[in-house]
């Protein structure tokens, strides 16, 4: 019997998990998403502001465990490559938190829930990197 350990995705939610050079704070996702005189400012704030309400300060232990630890048990070996990757994201943006978007919330939930189920990376720049939970680094 096969056990899962970690987030479950389902199809009301996604996880993500957000690396950054800097702990997050309002003005550093704002100054990472050039938010100042965008004309979605109004926008790119509000995402700002469901990032920093919805985020999870864990290990980079126990987000590894999460990110590797099912796929690691289905096929061993398999994550090598994946958990290089995750070294060396974290080698420059050191703090790791994790994220949970779901259709039940307000406003981004359900954006970045469906984003997640499109792509796998949601924001990407020099300090700051979120991406779905299950997918490639």
């Not at 550093?28 to 985020?55: Q, V």
């Not at 997640?116 to 939970?133: H, Q, R």
Request: negative net charge; proline residues 3%.
């Amino acid at each position: 019997m096969k056990t899962r350990h970690g987030f479950v995705s389902n199809s009301s939610s996604s996880s993500f998990v957000v690396f950054s050079r800097e702990e997050l704070t309002i003005d550093f996702i704002n100054k990472c998403l050039n938010t100042d005189g965008h004309p979605a400012e109004y926008i790119l704030s509000s995402l700002a502001k469901f990032i920093i309400g919805n985020k999870k300060t864990k290990s980079f232990e126990d987000i590894a465990e999460r990110m590797f630890g099912d796929r690691e048990y289905e096929e061993p070996g398999s994550c090598e490559a994946q958990k290089k990757k995750f070294d060396e994201i974290t080698g420059r943006l050191p703090f790791v938190y994790m994220l949970e978007a779901s259709s039940d919330d307000d406003d981004f939930g359900p954006m970045l829930r469906d984003a997640g189920e499109e792509c796998e990376t949601i924001i990407k720049c020099d300090d700051l990197f979120i991406t779905s939970m299950w997918g490639k680094l």
